[in-house]
């Protein structure tokens, strides 16, 4: 830092104070190039206007201002520049009291590299990505306190595409409130719900837990909501799931007791032998349910498990079932006749639970039964 306040004021003008250091060499035979090093300066301005500006920050040809920063660091500029890139130095360069040829006004708290990046900002729009790097904190600030929008922006910008971090998520959020920046604060939210076990434990959160307990209760409940909302979600699609495994379930009885399969016949006809390989998922388990229930000594509802679920899954079939005259499954119309003996509390619960079948089957395909207003109906 030092070297480079020497270079300021030896790239100022003649009435600055004369030092040993060589003076800052700007060229422009292959692009800027200062003191050796290419300057890159990202920017979407024409490049000569770009070298225009950024030789006359660099350069300071009759600067007019001072601008004293931390540690005895001197940045010199130009006070139309400043006054017009920004409304907060126009006001401080008003309140200023001439010293000789240049204003001085102050900018502290944050380090002199940041406010040599900023200042140069004003001047080309222009700034090495490095700096972007190490001081987007500062320069975020710098260009809420100062007004300058586009450098709020760019700032704005790159913590959105890579350089927030879980190191720095806790410390830009609070700048961010801080700095009316809610594109930016919704971010960093987003990122401290999505990585809170990392962001927790970093030091930018232990800080903020003792200057901010209130921020932290916050973002605490923000966490245990989308834990909450997560959970619900996943309960939904187990359910989904649970409803659509029992929809593949009636597709494979229909197939089982219309066109036989494997070991068991169809209804009315002799099973084929060299059938084709069977396309129905559930019809393998429930081959062995029918076969179970065919044969099982405790054939009573609520005997066995297994057969308590074969009649639940006959029953669920005449719900479904639009065509119990022609259906080719057992009981299917001795269900539908017993319809009407049926408790008020029992018609909801088995209308509730085709309902939400055929919503699980509609969200995923195209339907093999018919809508449920058919069914139940
Ligand atoms: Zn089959
Ligand atoms: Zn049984
Ligand atoms: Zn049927």
């Not at 204003?103 to 708290?109: E, L, N």
């Not at 379930?249 to 084709?276: F, N, W, Y």
């Amino acid at each position: 830092m030092e070297e480079l306040r020497g270079d300021c004021k030896k790239s100022s003008t003649p009435n600055a104070p004369p030092l040993p250091q060589p003076r800052r060499r700007i060229s422009s035979r292959k692009g800027l190039v200062l003191d050796g090093k290419p300057l890159r300066g990202c920017s979407y301005v024409a490049a000569t206007t770009k070298d225009l500006w950024e030789r006359m920050f660099h350069e300071g040809y009759r600067t007019d201002v001072t601008i004293n920063t931390d540690n005895g660091g001197v940045i010199y500029a130009h006070a139309s520049i400043l006054g017009i890139a920004s409304p907060v130095m126009k006001y401080m360069l008003k309140q200023s009291k001439s010293r000789g040829r240049r204003k001085p006004i102050s900018v502290r708290g944050v380090p002199h590299q940041a406010v040599r990046a900023f200042i140069r900002f004003l001047y080309s729009s222009c700034y090495e990505q490095e700096e972007m790097n190490e001081f987007i904190l500062p320069l975020l600030v710098l260009s809420h306190v100062f007004v300058v929008p586009p450098l709020k922006r760019e700032c704005e910008r790159q913590l959105e595409n890579g350089l927030l971090t879980t190191d720095n998520v806790i410390d830009i959020f609070q700048l961010s409130l801080l700095c009316d920046a809610p594109r930016l604060s919704l971010f960093c939210h987003r990122l401290i719900v999505k990585s809170f076990l990392v962001i927790s434990s970093t030091e930018g959160w232990k800080v903020m837990k003792q200057s901010h307990p209130m921020l932290e209760k916050e973002l605490l409940e923000s966490v245990i909501d989308a834990d909450t909302r997560k959970q619900e979600r996943l309960k939904r699609l187990d359910q989904r799931k649970i409803y659509l495994q029992l929809y593949e379930a009636m597709e494979a009885l229909v197939h089982i007791c219309r066109d036989g399969c494997r070991t068991i016949g169809p209804h009315d006809k002799v099973l084929k032998e060299d059938q084709p390989p069977c396309s129905f998922s559930a019809c393998k388990g429930l081959e062995t349910l029918v076969r179970h229930f065919a044969g099982c000594k405790l054939r009573v509802p609520g005997g066995c498990v297994h057969c308590k679920r074969m009649w639940q899954l006959l029953e669920l079939h005449s719900r479904l079932c639009s065509e119990p005259n022609e259906c080719k499954v057992p009981l299917c119309r001795t269900f539908k006749e017993r319809l009407q003996q049926q408790s008020k509390k029992d018609e909801v619960k088995w209308k509730l639970l085709v309902q939400n079948i055929l919503r699980a089957k509609k969200l995923s395909g195209p339907s093999f039964f018919r809508s449920s207003t058919d069914v139940c109906a």
